[in-house]
């Protein structure tokens, strides 16, 4: 079992930052893939960004390439989502999950994931 927390979401103007994290517990983070995903209203949840166990790999959602980075240290046992340039599109549930899976093709399926946070909420005013 991993268990995951995720922290940092609020509310943030257009054009803003934030930082969330996702604290880990439970068996060795090093060896999970970690992805973020977000959820709003009505939609279903999609892919935001995945890093790899090492952190040497990353993937991003066109979406948010160039304004969001995904960072990892399995020292602290903790994931990160850098969020710059922040749009009103961006306001959503912010989660972050573990994926223990052979293939980095599959790092954007969410059904490929083992475990979740509960999700930070994330609202970006105009």
């Known amino acids: 079992q991993v268990q995951l927390v995720e922290s940092g979401g609020g509310l943030v103007q257009a054009g803003g930052s934030l930082r969330l994290s996702c604290a880990a517990s439970g068996r060795a983070f090093s060896n999970y893939h970690m992805g973020w995903f977000r959820q709003a209203p009505g939609k279903e949840r999609e892919f935001v960004a995945a890093?790899?166990?090492?952190?040497?790999?990353?993937e991003y959602a066109d979406s948010v390439k160039g304004r969001f980075t995904i960072s990892r240290d399995n020292a602290k046992n903790t994931g990160y989502l850098q969020m710059n340039s922040l749009k009103p599109e961006d306001t959503a549930v912010y989660y972050c999950a573990a994926a223990r899976i052979a293939y980095w093709s599959g790092i954007r399926t969410p059904a490929n994931y083992a475990y979740w946070g509960q999700g930070t909420q994330v609202t970006v005013s105009s």
């Open positions: 890093v790899n166990w090492s952190g040497s790999t990353t």
